[in-house]
């Protein structure tokens, strides 16, 4: 089993940046592809970004690519979220996940196997 501790939300005028953090502690990190959902009060909770188990490749939702980057530093067992160009239509809890699947193919909530807390991203017009 492996623990998510997400960091680095808050409030953010629109086109600012933040810099999400997901801190994983327990088994084994390089065990799991990571990933990044978000949910939006009264929304499904939907796929933002994966990373493979090495970092190497990665995979984003349309509404996001070319705004925000996915990167995974193994030897400190972290996962970021770059944001940058924030809308407001990004204002959502921003959720960090663990899938035991070595592929960037994941991107359904329902192929993940731990999750963290959330972080609140708000995004001010």
């Known amino acids: 089993q492996v623990q998510l501790v997400e960091s680095g939300g808050g409030l953010v005028q629109a086109g600012g940046s933040l810099r999400l953090s997901c801190t994983a502690s327990?088994?084994?990190?390089?065990?799991?592809?990571m990933g990044w959902f978000r949910q939006a009060p009264g929304k499904e909770r939907e796929f933002v970004a994966v990373?493979?188990?090495?970092?190497?490749?990665?995979y984003y939702a349309d509404s996001v690519k070319g705004r925000f980057t996915i990167s995974r530093d193994n030897a400190k067992n972290t996962v970021h979220l770059q944001m940058d160009s924030l809308k407001p239509e990004d204002t959502a809890l921003y959720y960090c996940?663990?899938?035991?699947?070595?592929?960037?193919?994941?991107?359904?909530?329902?192929?993940?196997?731990?999750w963290g807390q959330g972080t609140q991203v708000t995004v001010s017009s």
């Open positions: 990373t493979s188990i090495s970092g190497g490749s990665t």
């Open positions: 996940a663990a899938a035991i699947w070595d592929s960037i193919a994941v991107t359904s909530r329902y192929q993940y196997n731990y």
């Open positions: 327990g088994r084994t990190f390089t065990s799991y592809t």
